[in-house]
């Protein structure tokens, strides 16, 4: 009875915790408050922009592709006009056939592995039969038997935690078969279980109802233990598979050669779950707001160029680098990177793709990850090489609530390598076939730091990327007091969590550049 009491109470701990939410849907658009729900300021931001017209500004989402017939985006999409679509013709001989919104360097994946898992592979090819002492390349080995241990321990780890949520939703489904999908909980507790994935469910759902604050509802239940049960069914079979590599059938490109552009295709929306993520990115950017339903957009003059190029699992650098060069070449002045992994194969790659943006004057705006580390400390790639570059933007999340937990609990931090946090936690957006969603992550934080950016920049177009960047350092409001360090009970001052200890704000940005450009 031990074991499945455990495994109940793992259900537990990842499904019902019901965290408070924000009043406001839109919170993260109110202005700034030391009270909680401290926004950007869009409105006021809008009043004192109304005697002014807007350029038009181009940001690109790189990420994993964007639902481009969703009625809250198909109007503010970017769109190639010197391509004619569907006509199997590179018309503007930019290298790309029939790029109409953008482009898919992904071609037809949809799984990928972890980079450490590629990593691992890699190296382990190499030295896997070979003694230390035959050894030419100590450090390179040296590093093979870091990564070697820590792909074992967490290839394991996925694989048990696959098998718990198997067993678990073998039980849920064992008893819906019984009662359907609206058992009540009176049914659930009266149950006698009559195999072992019986008594499994049972303790879940039982757990779960203790633990929540909610009316018991087992469709929801059953859903939020699906989406469990679906992230580790990718981490056990692909993400940490060493044997899994879906390059050379799904995309067909010369993997080894960094320098290759023009494979992948034009397919930027890869269906419900595999463009999610991007479609929501997106809609906090430049979302519709000229309609009465869904989202609303920060940056009403912006226009959103998709690039895919974020598979299920880790993004390779190859990718990262071409997407950057694609944006850079097709006419973005933003590039919003809402991804990052802890190892890189060829970062070289991608900085010297950063450094082309820098030279082109395109503001590269990144998450900070969602591992509640210090980046600092810990590597979380692509970066800007400790502040070697006047164009990249790091971005961390921050709460709808107030002092003490300002931060969000799961955003990386950095007193050198993240430059200011901004809204990540329950932001309203767009999501695939129609829907909307609230999402929590630095990956929503980016966007909004990208969407005031971009409003910046649409009244103030004759700003730098580097001076826009540093508007946004500059402007940024101070979070006062000591808050929660992420992922830790210990409190500091934000300044020693952030370059800037502080939070993006809009008007406070947009009077910043007037004094820039007309002092």
């Known amino acids: 009875m031990n074991k499945y009491i455990a495994l109940a109470a793992l259900a537990v701990c990842s499904l019902a915790t019901t965290a408070q939410q924000p009043t406001d849907t839109f919170w993260h658009l109110q202005p700034y408050s030391k009270k909680g729900n401290s926004g950007i300021g869009l409105e006021e931001a809008k009043e004192m922009m109304k005697e002014k017209t807007p350029q038009t500004v181009i940001v690109a989402i790189a990420d994993a592709g964007v639902d481009i017939y969703h009625p809250d985006l198909k109007n503010m999409l970017w769109v190639n006009e010197n391509e004619i679509p569907d006509n199997n013709i590179d018309d503007d001989g930019n290298g790309y056939i029939d790029d109409k919104y953008g482009w898919n360097f992904l071609g037809e994946t949809t799984f990928d592995n972890m980079e450490l898992t590629r990593e691992y592979a890699r190296l382990n090819a190499k030295y896997e039969l070979k003694s230390a002492e035959n050894i030419a390349d100590v450090d390179e080995y040296n590093t093979y038997l870091i990564l070697k241990e820590k792909y074992l321990k967490e290839q394991a780890g996925a694989k048990q935690t696959f098998e718990i949520l198997q067993k678990m939703m073998n039980g849920m489904q064992a008893l819906e078969k ?217 971005v961390g999340a921050s709460s709808w609530e107030k002092k003490p937990s300002a931060l969000a609990e799961f955003s990386n931090y950095g007193k050198e390598e993240v430059d200011l946090f901004s809204p990540g936690v329950a932001i309203y957006s767009t999501t695939p076939e129609n829907n909307y969603e609230a999402f929590d992550g630095t990956s929503m934080a980016s966007p909004v730091a990208a969407g005031v950016a971009a409003f910046v920049w649409s009244y103030y177009p004759s700003l730098t990327a580097a001076q826009l960047k540093q508007i946004l350092i500059d402007s940024a409001i101070p979070i006062k007091g000591r808050n929660r360090v992420p992922g830790s009970r210990k409190r500091k001052k934000v300044n020693e969590l952030s370059l800037t200890g502080a939070e993006v704000n809009l008007p406070a940005a947009l009077r910043m550049a007037q004094n820039i450009v007309n002092p």
Request: with cysteine; aromatic share 12%; net charge negative.
């Open 178 to 394: 019984s009662y359907g999908e609206d058992m009540t909980l009176e049914e659930v507790t009266n149950h006698k279980p009559q195999n072992k994935f019986e008594q499994i469910g049972k303790l879940v759902l039982l757990a779960t109802a203790k633990k929540s604050s909610e009316p018991f509802n087992f469709q929801a239940i059953k859903n939020e233990m699906q989406g469990g049960y679906d992230q580790y069914d990718f981490m056990y079979n692909y993400g940490y598979n060493a044997i899994f590599n879906p390059r050379p059938a799904k995309v067909g490109d010369d993997y080894e050669d960094a320098t290759e552009q023009g494979y992948g295709n034009n397919k930027v929306y890869y269906g419900e779950r595999f463009s999610s993520h991007g479609t929501h990115v997106a809609g906090i950017v430049a979302a519709d707001a000229s309609n009465d339903f869904g989202a609303k957009g920060i940056c009403q003059s912006c226009k959103i160029m998709s690039i895919r190029n974020v598979p299920e699992g880790d993004e390779r650098d190859k990718d990262v680098a071409n997407g950057i060069r694609y944006a850079v070449d097709n006419g973005a002045k933003i590039v919003n990177m809402s991804f990052g992994k802890g190892y890189s194969y060829r970062p070289d790659v991608v900085k010297e793709a950063i450094r082309y943006a820098e030279d082109k004057g395109v503001l590269l705006i990144h998450a900070a990850g969602n591992s509640s580390q210090n980046n600092d400390n810990t590597n979380n790639f692509p970066n800007d090489s400790k502040n070697e570059f006047n164009n990249w933007l790091e």
